[in-house]
């Protein structure tokens, strides 16, 4: 069974340019989470999704930043217009139905010079 | 807002020493999970407890969880250098969603 897959994992965007983040769950898993981390920091949670549904996303920022998680294919966390302060780790997270362990992906780089 | 408090924030330890780190958090919650961080890595689930009193045990880590307290702990005996890392605790409060709420880490650091 394949982990948590994520893509790319590293990224280098020029400001103002758009990233996109993909994350592909672990088979059977239908609840992805994105978190974010900041050099040196633990992980901050950005938004939970479930198939086609957006279930949480109090941790998102308010401009620039979307997430989704269609009905088929990876969810996506989509960065519009990106800052030097948007350079993290941007991990992805899924859990089965039960909703018991995250189990965590290799994460995506992102550097915005 | 459910604030989660590691410490200590560093740690060196002599290999085969025994240390303790702490985990606080503000609110009420049942569900807490330790993971390790290698740098540049992504994060490896070491331990789920999900009720009061709940000790688990895997290899030179011991985690424990007192929801009365609102603490757990992640004890290593006889430190060896594989265990250098990062470690966090996190938890989901029974009032939300299952969102993660870290702490802050703490670098452990095994010396020779």
């Known amino acids: 069974n394949a982990g948590v897959m994520q893509n790319p994992r590293h990224l280098v965007r020029r400001r103002g340019q758009e990233a996109r983040l993909r994350c592909s769950p672990m088979k059977g898993h239908s609840h992805v989470y994105w978190y974010r981390q900041l050099p040196e920091e633990g992980l901050k949670f950005m938004v939970y999704?479930?198939?086609?549904?957006?279930?949480?996303e109090s941790g998102m920022p308010k401009e620039r930043f979307s997430a989704e998680f269609p009905k088929e294919g990876p969810s996506i966390l989509r960065i519009q217009q990106v800052v030097r302060g948007d350079s993290a780790a941007y991990f992805c997270?899924?859990?089965?139905?039960?909703?018991?362990?995250?189990?965590f992906g290799p994460g995506t780089r992102l550097l915005v010079l | 807002e459910l604030k989660v408090e590691q410490n200590p924030l560093f740690l060196s330890m002599q290999e085969g020493k025994n240390y303790t780190i702490y985990c606080n958090y503000s609110?009420?919650?049942?569900?807490l999970y330790w993971y390790r961080q290698d740098p540049g890595k992504s994060l490896e689930s070491l331990f789920v407890l999900l009720s009061n009193g709940a000790v688990k045990q895997e290899g030179r880590l011991m985690a424990s969880l007192d929801t009365k307290a609102r603490l757990s702990t992640l004890h290593i005996t006889a430190a060896v250098h594989d265990l250098s890392a990062t470690y966090f605790c996190?938890?989901?409060?029974?009032?939300?969603?299952?969102?993660?709420?870290f702490g802050t880490g703490t670098r452990l650091t095994i010396i020779p």
């Open positions: 999704l479930q198939k086609e549904n957006i279930i949480d």
């Open positions: 609110t009420t919650s049942d569900r």
């Open positions: 996190a938890v989901i409060s029974n009032f939300g969603n299952e969102k993660l709420t």
């Open positions: 997270a899924s859990s089965p139905p039960l909703r018991e362990t995250q189990y």
